[in-house]
């Protein structure tokens, strides 16, 4: 079993739906990212969280470190949004290193 | 967020020849670099840790005679390729931060390509 599980790998929606993607993990963490990454490859770092949620213009992340659990939203998607979301946890035993789940691949159509 | 900075994005070469891949911190001292290797379809996979003024840190199964890391300074850590060859050909990502606890930022990434 990954240390770092998200779901879904593929997600389809059309243009205005409200997204969600799941991050589940199993380790001690630290802290747990979220990274977009666009074809041509380029990540960008979206959230990084430790407790509670966060708030970026139409992505909100919050995390439930009891439950080990997190979750992206993005709120009015746009074709532009399609790109790889990427859920990362500072693992607490490797010195903080990020671990990475698989990605979640979003595609908005329009 | 900070900037990263890669350089160069793109890399074609041929076998046996080394490439050296820079990533650069713009805005902020930068203690800890990273870098990851990324194959097709795949996640991040990380290959060395640098801390500035000291020797990196790889993980298991990355050839560090291979994959020369140096971080000469806050602001500048070096990938090189040694002898490259055409199962090297990946998308190389550096990331950067500032203290131990801190956010990562990310490079835009390498494509090296080795004919």
């Known amino acids: 079993k990954n240390e770092v599980e998200q779901s879904p790998q593929n997600l389809t929606a059309q243009e205005g739906e409200f997204i969600t993607i799941n991050c589940s993990y199993s380790?001690?963490?630290?802290?747990l990212h979220w990274l977009q990454q666009h074809p041509g490859g380029g990540i960008v770092s979206l959230f990084m969280?430790?407790?509670g949620k966060k708030k970026h213009g139409r992505l909100i992340a919050t995390i439930n470190i009891q439950e080990k659990h997190s979750s992206l939203h993005i709120t009015a998607s746009h074709p532009r949004d399609s790109a790889v979301y990427i859920c990362a946890v500072a693992h607490m035993e490797y010195g903080n290193k990020l671990v990475f789940g698989a990605g979640t691949i979003l595609r908005v159509k329009s | 967020g900070a900037v990263v900075s890669q350089h160069p994005s793109r890399v074609i070469c041929k076998s046996g020849t080394s490439v050296k891949i820079e990533c650069r911190s713009l805005d902020f001292q930068a203690t800890t670099m990273f870098w990851y290797r990324q194959f097709p379809k795949k996640s991040l996979m990380l290959m060395a840790t640098s801390n500035e003024g000291s020797k990196a840190t790889y993980e298991q199964g990355v050839e560090k005679d291979k994959f020369l890391i140096n971080h000469a300074s806050l602001t500048l850590s070096t990938l090189t390729v040694t002898s490259a060859h055409p199962e090297d050909s990946s998308f190389y990502i550096c990331?950067?931060?500032?203290?131990?606890?801190?956010?990562?930022?990310f490079g835009p990434g390498t494509r090296l390509t080795v004919l």
């Open positions: 380790v001690g963490i630290s802290a």
């Open positions: 969280l430790s407790s």
């Open positions: 990331s950067a931060q500032a203290g131990a606890y801190n956010e990562q930022f």
